[in-house]
């Protein structure tokens, strides 16, 4: 595993899998539940070619990179930050064959990557719309929370164009924007074929939504069986260990 000099507030995190790490800045965003479950939910073929857009500090190319044989992961993140992290987490795991940290705009994915030149793209984008709640719109944190710098409308519409036809689009979403989220994929022709939702406990109200879309694909969708996060406070239900690889 290569040497990593870590820079001010920043710590390397055990991902309990494969012995791989990740730097992440205790100060900035820090990835969470969200971005470890979307992995589990998505499905890649060996020699796929993946786009993950919004990549943060890597934690989801790095975690598809243990849990898939997917060929390569193309990482896109704006704040150049992060995106050193990201580099930096690539290069401490050994995966630079595999996962390419490329610092730039969603809002340009379809400029800076060719059309139609991805077999899937993967994305744990802001849930908030920017107005909602907003102090600071330049700190980190609002960034990846909110959408300052990006709306849900830019990622679909990337997606649409960089994917292949046939290509898989997943993301993890917030379950009160569903039907924005339903109505924005059928606009760009991102068909939603597999959908599931999170609930913390088994008696409350779901908080995440976990969604596949194939572009240009025929309408049918299947809604798998609801996702249980906690058996009890502070107790993971047997599929969130399996998720984790605990």
Partial sequence: MTDIVLKENERIDDLERNNLKIIQDTKRF???????????????????????MGTGTGIIPILLSAKTKAKSFTALEIQEDSADMARRSVELNDLTDRIKIVKGDIKEASVLFAKASFDAVTCNPPYMIAEHGLNNPDDALNIARHEVLCTLEDVVSNTADVLKPGGKFFMVHRPFRLSEIMVMLSKYKLEPKRMQLVYPYEDKEPNMVLIEAVRGGKSRLTVEKPLIVYKEPGVYTDEIYDIYGY
């Fill in 30 to 52: 820090c990835f969470g539940m969200d971005a470890v479950l979307l992995t589990g939910f998505v499905k890649l073929k060996a020699n796929d070619n993946v786009l993950d």
